[in-house]
């Protein structure tokens, strides 16, 4: 997760429990307990052994590559900022509250997302994770995908006259 790359949580040895589907949302509920972060992630239960749940790995794994590919769309990104993002500014020590302009996809693989905002040294790492946890909310198609949000100072060649 912090390298940025995919992640598909694999549980082996499922025939060596009672399979049930509360054993399986136990499992999951404790990990993503521990491990908040967790909860954007799929879990798969196999078998090596007996080959049970293998099979979905090969569906699985190109789904989350498509979906490390995709880019959303400057439209939905502003329409984003304007509907959460305005709506939940961060508290500001400095006095100064953060204004974010507009934002943009600028890479796939893991895609990055850039928010051009007055002043990034306002951003603390907790809104940050906020951010990231809305947008794939809001984007709802990012399951499995690590990604990227930078803030950046809007250059003045990048202001509306």
């Given at each position: 997760i912090q390298q940025k790359r995919n992640v598909l949580i694999v549980i082996n040895k499922w025939d060596t429990t009672d399979q049930s589907?509360?054993?399986?949302?136990?499992?999951?509920?404790?990990?993503?307990?521990d491990m908040p972060v967790l909860d954007y992630y799929p879990f798969l239960?196999?078998?090596?052994?007996?080959?049970s749940g293998v099979?979905?790995?090969?569906?699985?794994?190109?789904?989350?590559?498509?979906?490390?590919?995709?880019?959303?769309?400057?439209?939905?990104?502003?329409?984003f900022v304007d509907e959460v993002i305005k709506s939940n500014p961060p508290s500001s020590r400095s006095g100064r509250p953060l204004k974010i302009f507009y934002s943009t996809q600028a890479?796939?693989?893991p895609p990055t997302f850039v928010f051009f905002v007055n002043d990034?040294?306002?951003?603390?790492?907790?809104?940050r994770r906020f951010v990231e946890r809305k947008l794939r909310d809001y984007s709802g198609d990012l399951e499995g995908v690590s990604?990227?949000?930078k803030f950046r100072a809007r250059s003045n060649r990048n202001k509306p006259s």
């Open positions: 589907k509360s054993e399986r949302d136990a499992i999951i509920e404790k990990c993503r307990a239960f196999c078998s090596a052994t007996n080959g099979p979905i790995l090969f569906k699985v794994i190109p789904d989350i590559i498509r979906r490390s590919q995709q880019r959303l769309s400057t439209g939905l990104l502003n329409r890479e796939v693989l990034p040294t306002i951003v603390t790492n907790q809104y990604i990227r949000i």
